[in-house]
């Protein structure tokens, strides 16, 4: 049992990096792949293609996936939804909230916020550097292919930006798109029922993610197709598990006044235990021949 803590904390183990606008950002273990993976893959041409390709990659982090999870997040928060934290992970953030929004029009407006916000900084940015008569990676040199100015930063990051958000709509759940997706789904179905659609056409579209993928030798979507099967099964679960707790019976108990005791007969003389109260159609509790207390079952 031990032994299992052990590698639940080691398994979830993140590092607390900051608090941006109340809300904790912290970096999952695995992040560090990303990086360590990209400089490894371009070490081999070179290390300043080595050092620009880390560069990107954090410089992305910092501001398309954060901006992006603080959209969600503060959105949430507009509709009374806590964030406990923003953590960051090789295939991008995760705003973890502490309870979903269950009215399906704030569902699609919190999940919709991440892509906009990537659209209002790539939006203006790009103009910003068109203004500049800045031309996509014009003045990128060499072999390796290193930028030269920080307009091919600005470029890179812009596109990077409509890249994300794009990829966010696409109706895969658990992704934004999916999501939007599922709460369209739930002005006509039930909750569980519209996860459930959701889900398995999420399912489809991963499989084609990771098929075009493998077929493109593209290492990481086949990876990141399973991980949206798996989350995606687990949403399921939860929601099923959730309908279930809620329509199981429920136990309702008052203590009775004792005014009303007083009128009440004990099934025998100072009877201690349940008896059924065919009247009000509830179970009395008597405690040596006096009712302390009414108990009614009810389904929600
Ligand atoms: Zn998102």
Same mark, same amino acid.
């Given at each position: 049992m031990k032994r299992l803590r052990l590698l639940g904390q080691w398994v979830f183990h993140c590092v607390k990096v900051g608090r941006v606008l109340g809300i904790d950002v912290r970096i999952h273990w695995s992040f560090w792949a990303l990086p360590i993976g990209l400089a490894l893959v371009s070490l081999p041409h070179g290390w300043p293609l080595a050092v620009q390709a880390v560069v990107l990659v954090l410089l992305f982090y910092a501001q398309g996936v954060l901006i992006h999870e603080y959209g969600h997040a503060l959105m949430a928060r507009f509709y009374g939804v806590k964030t406990r934290d923003i953590i960051l992970t090789p295939i991008g953030g995760i705003a973890r909230?502490?309870? /979903?929004?269950?009215k399906p029009a704030q569902e699609i407006v919190i999940a919709l916020a991440g892509p906009a916000t990537n659209f209002l900084f790539a939006i203006p940015m790009a103009l910003v550097l068109i203004a500049l008569r800045a *031309?996509? $990676? +014009?003045? *990128?040199?060499?072999n390796p292919p290193l930028f030269q100015r920080w307009t091919d930063y600005a470029w890179a990051l812009t596109i990077a930006n409509v890249a994300m958000a794009c990829f966010n709509l /696409?109706? +895969? $759940?658990?992704s934004d798109g999916g999501r939007v997706f599922r709460a369209f789904l739930s002005l006509f179905l039930d909750r569980v029922a519209a996860t459930r659609v959701a889900v398995y056409a999420g399912l489809f579209v991963a499989v084609l993610i990771g098929a075009f993928g493998l077929l493109n030798r593209v290492v990481q979507l086949p990876f990141i197709a399973l991980l949206f099967a798996t989350i995606g099964q687990m949403e399921l679960w939860m929601v099923r598990r959730q309908a279930a707790i809620r329509r199981r019976p429920r136990l309702q108990s008052a203590l009775i006044h004792p005014h009303v005791a007083v009128r009440m007969v004990p099934p025998e003389e100072g009877f201690s235990g349940y008896s059924w109260d065919a009247r009000e159609a509830a179970w009395v509790e008597w405690r040596q021949g006096f009712p302390v207390r009414i108990c009614r079952l009810y389904l929600p």
């Amino acid at each position: 049992m031990k032994r299992l803590r052990l590698l639940g904390q080691w398994v979830f183990h993140c590092v607390k990096v900051g608090r941006v606008l109340g809300i904790d950002v912290r970096i999952h273990w695995s992040f560090w792949a990303l990086p360590i993976g990209l400089a490894l893959v371009s070490l081999p041409h070179g290390w300043p293609l080595a050092v620009q390709a880390v560069v990107l990659v954090l410089l992305f982090y910092a501001q398309g996936v954060l901006i992006h999870e603080y959209g969600h997040a503060l959105m949430a928060r507009f509709y009374g939804v806590k964030t406990r934290d923003i953590i960051l992970t090789p295939i991008g953030g995760i705003a973890r909230m502490e309870s /979903l929004p269950e009215k399906p029009a704030q569902e699609i407006v919190i999940a919709l916020a991440g892509p906009a916000t990537n659209f209002l900084f790539a939006i203006p940015m790009a103009l910003v550097l068109i203004a500049l008569r800045a *031309v996509p $990676f +014009a003045t *990128v040199q060499g072999n390796p292919p290193l930028f030269q100015r920080w307009t091919d930063y600005a470029w890179a990051l812009t596109i990077a930006n409509v890249a994300m958000a794009c990829f966010n709509l /696409l109706p +895969a $759940f658990p992704s934004d798109g999916g999501r939007v997706f599922r709460a369209f789904l739930s002005l006509f179905l039930d909750r569980v029922a519209a996860t459930r659609v959701a889900v398995y056409a999420g399912l489809f579209v991963a499989v084609l993610i990771g098929a075009f993928g493998l077929l493109n030798r593209v290492v990481q979507l086949p990876f990141i197709a399973l991980l949206f099967a798996t989350i995606g099964q687990m949403e399921l679960w939860m929601v099923r598990r959730q309908a279930a707790i809620r329509r199981r019976p429920r136990l309702q108990s008052a203590l009775i006044h004792p005014h009303v005791a007083v009128r009440m007969v004990p099934p025998e003389e100072g009877f201690s235990g349940y008896s059924w109260d065919a009247r009000e159609a509830a179970w009395v509790e008597w405690r040596q021949g006096f009712p302390v207390r009414i108990c009614r079952l009810y389904l929600p």
